[in-house]
């Protein structure tokens, strides 16, 4: 069920995203194989951009998840280049660091916001 993503987790997760070091940006491998497949020859500072101008600019309500690693873990579908994309994303706190699960196109039968 969506829920409101807090305003402060949003800037918080953008924030790190856009200037956060390599370690408190993590992006599982399964999320950077989906985002290249939808843009090929990306990078990930392109992934990180397109998610953190989504909190920034779009989003405002997604799906609560709890996941393995502690923090506070939502999913939502955004824009980027005229796809609609679900990403899930964690913020795990108090190290400040970002774990991005998702960057794919919203499948069926999953949530979409």
Do not use: C
């Not at 994303?89 to 979409?112: C, F, M, Q, W």
């Amino acid at each position: 069920m969506p829920v409101e993503i807090p305003e402060l987790w949003r800037q918080t997760v953008a924030e790190l995203l856009r200037n956060g070091r390599a370690d408190q940006v993590l992006i599982r491998q399964r999320a950077r194989r989906d985002w290249s497949d939808l843009f090929p020859d990306s990078f990930d500072y392109q992934l990180r951009d397109a998610l953190a101008d989504a909190l920034e600019r779009e989003v405002t309500s997604g799906t609560r998840h709890e996941m393995e690693e502690p923090g506070e873990t939502y999913g939502f579908t955004f824009h980027h280049a005229g796809r609609a994309i679900y990403g899930k994303v964690n913020l795990a706190a108090p190290d400040r660091i970002v774990i991005v699960y998702s960057a794919h196109r919203p499948l069926l039968g999953k949530e979409t916001v």
